[in-house]
């Protein structure tokens, strides 16, 4: 533990006051024109050649989402968005699409770099595969050929479209509709990519299976779409990591994730949401509203989320379980970190139906600086969820006299039978604690690392190998300059 | 947040208002248009998500008239002040009150439309200033005669702890015979610097009643102020509490039991707003849930930029003993401030499985074990109260539920 704090104040020492990943790459793109409409929506879709079904999809979406207000229940100041005022598609330009790596734009790939993604080492060594969006195309996909020996597939979801339509077509929509709210109406409209993974009946996904998402073009509003299918007695984990460069323009981003476990399946999704939150006056950042939401229809099916939130000026999330079978269970395990002017909304809602069906939120909520973090849950019993089990735990961990930390939790049970037990606390970092470091030459910096790792280890326990230790050194550098 | 205006209901309440207008002192139009703006709440209104007063908007209500003659139970021989259909009766109080005289603006507690409804309507309510330690409990009751007309009890009350006061209050609200009305109350209470207050609510409306009572706090220096309620009647009810501590040091310690059946519905709402340092707040609410009831906790604390050292710790916990019971529960905390120790806890489910199976291993047949189950659950927020009157009160309205809600 200590070597990593150590590793994390020296990291915090390095950066200074830049971004890490703070950079632009130079590509040309390709883009649609300004603005929002149905002709957007069409050449969307005509540009990656959909079936008629999608965009007929499409542009039902469009028509309700002018219709939709934006939502306002959240505990977030949100600058008025001109919906008008971005673009909406932007692709790197490519005269064809790569057969390997080494036709990949080399500027793209030492991007990838400096991102930390090395795809050939990573394809070599880590043994594990990366779907890699840029912008709104995924340019590269390794592992394919052992994934299809298997079964499993794994690729963009516009090439699904085209390859699978049936399954897309099957699964689309069904966990999260284009009415569900206005953000995910309006990804239902303009989603460009996102990743789509079929892990068919009794097969276990022999890797880690993970995307990158980057916002680079300025303007461009990312709207990626993810769907996960998890067929009988299957198992995937699923990783996303984020990074964004450096804007002084709020930057968009409504993604939609659904995922579908049947019997006895099992999805774990972890992210690290890493974007860029604005400087320390609150001058940029990205704008985050994602809808995520699992359905566990099967029996004895399990979705697993995993979030460690960092980054972004605006965070609203709230993955959730929808537990339809018997047995089924959800679990959400988040940590959120909001410094200087950044704001956090974050939660889940677990909804039981299937009888027996048992959900866990833990939640830990980190704030400074000027922040404002919120937990927003919700747990609900319906009456046919008999013997169902319910625990959530929040934490919140203040740092300064400045911030904000709230806790919303509705806890709405119909069944008897059903147990919800809830417990939140609020505190600030343990002054003896502190000072127990502080004796032993750990500087405070250091030391409030070191605690903050420890408040968060709960969570960061859930997170496959590769992201628990780049969610450590996160956790440190996200709260720099919050003490002292 | 879009609040729906039932405007057939505000007309019907605007009849009444202006039948009434003339005999009330003060100034009421503000209020009234207050609440008109508003209308009755529906669960589109955050506040009000799981208690709609639709069906109440739809309904028509008489503002109720002074009954001079109706003949009131007390619990205990005391010191006491009695309210009839919210007007006082002199000829029963004891101890010696003002008059309410009409809105005078204090603390903007007409944001809420049915607050502002009682500062268009209410007619009369007492004022009680203590500023000795008495020791012997006052007790208040709130009585309301049913009638056919469908009658609106508005009364507006005001409780004030002068420095160095201590007092023990019980207020009662109760039928006097079978019908159906529609209480509509408000308790100002002011606990100044050092001041205590011990006040304990006792609601044993009729069956067909309408129940909504505000208690906005205000907490000086080093006050105290224990309040519970004992919810048991009434079709629909609410009691909503609004403490802000200003003053350093004060205690707050809000509780609550309610045991419901059939189609009830019983709404705790508080907030409580920490706005001096160094203050604490306690609050434990138990439900006990039968038939097709739902019971509803909204607790809310906020601890303001520079309240530090706030000590703010909250429990709700709900038994459901039927197989159609309900609790909806959203406890929230909103704190500005990084040096306190905030907490909630909240809990739903039935009986405890094994503790039934401990009973019944010795011989006690399921209905009695459960019954003393629920007792034993209910009983920790009557432990804290010194009345024997008071007491066994609650304890005869607990065994009436359990022959018929458990």
Known sequence: MSRVAAETVEQVRSLGDRYKYGFVTDIESEQAPKGLNEDIVRFISAIKEEPEWLLAWRLEAFRHWQTMTEPDWAKLGIPMIDYQDAYYYSAPKQKEGPKSLDEVDPELLATYDKLGIPLREQEMLAGVAVDAVFDSVSVATTFKAKLEEHGVIFCPISEAVQKYPELVRKYLGTVVPYTDNFFATLNSAVFTDGSFVFVPKGVRCPMELSTYFRINAANTGQFERTLIVAEDSSYVSYLEGCTAPMRDEHQLHAAVVELVALDDAEIKYSTVQNWYPGDENGIGGIFNFVTKRGACIGARSKISWTQVETGSAITWKYPSCMLHGADSVGEFYSIAITNNYQQADTGTKMVHMGPRSRSRVISKGISAGRASNAYRGLVKMLPGAASARNYTQCDSLLIGSHCGAHTFPYIESQNRSARVEHEATTSKIDEDQLFYCRQRCIDEEEAVALIVNGFCREVLQQLPMEFAVEAQKLVGISLEGSVG | ?406
């Open chain 2, 1 to 406: 947040m879009t609040t729906r205006v039932e405007s057939s209901g505000v007309e019907s309440w605007r009849e009444a208002f202006e039948s009434i207008r003339a005999a009330l002192p003060g100034e009421r139009d503000v209020a009234f248009e207050a609440f008109a703006a508003r209308g009755f709440p529906t669960n589109r209104v955050e506040a009000w998500k799981y208690t709609s007063l639709r069906p109440l908007a739809r309904q028509r209500f008489r503002p109720a008239e002074p009954d001079r003659d109706a003949v009131v139970p007390f619990l205990n021989a005391g010191p006491r002040i009695v309210l009839v259909n919210g007007f006082l009766r002199e000829d029963l109080t004891t101890v010696p009150v003002g008059r309410w005289a009409g809105p005078d603006n204090r603390a903007g507690v007409e944001d809420e439309a049915l607050v502002a409804l009682n500062a268009a309507m209410a007619g009369d309510g007492y004022v009680l200033t203590i500023a000795e330690i008495r020791d012997e409990p006052i007790e208040i009751v709130h009585a309301t005669v049913p009638s056919p007309t469908g009658p609106v009890a508005q009364s507006r009350n005001r409780i004030v702890i002068a420095s160095g006061g201590t007092a023990r209050v019980i207020e009662r609200h109760i039928a006097l015979g079978k019908g159906a009305y529609f209480v509509n109350g408000v308790t100002e209470v002011e606990v100044q610097a050092g001041g205590q207050l011990h006040h304990t609510k006792l609601q044993e409306e009729g069956a067909d009643a309408h129940h909504l009572w505000f208690m906005p706090v205000q907490l000086d220096r080093d006050a105290v102020l224990e309040s519970a309620v004992f919810t048991f009647g009434a079709r629909l009810s609410r009691n909503q509490i609004e403490a802000d501590i200003f003053g350093e040091g004060a205690t707050l310690a809000l509780n609550g039991a309610y045991a419901i059946a059939g189609r009830q519905l019983a709404d705790h709402t508080s907030r409580i707003e920490h706005r001096a340092p160094g203050a604490t707040s306690r609050q434990v609410y138990k439900g006990a849930i039968g038939g097709q009831a739902r019971g509803v906790f909204q607790g809310h604390i906020i601890v303001a930029e520079g309240a530090q050292k706030t000590d703010g710790q909250q429990l709700n916990r709900a038994l459901l003993l039927s197989g159609r019971a309900e609790i909806d529960a959203k406890p929230v905390l909103e704190i500005y401030a990084d040096d306190v120790q905030c907490s909630h806890g909240a809990t739903a489910g039935d009986i405890d499985g094994d503790a039934l199976f401990y009973l019944r291993s010795r011989g006690i047949p399921a209905n009695s074990a459960r019954g003393l189950l629920v007792r034993a659950f209910l009983s920790e927020i009557l432990d804290e109260t010194p009345e024997d009157a008071l007491r066994r009160a609650v304890e005869d309205r607990i065994d009436a539920f359990l022959e018929v809600g458990a």
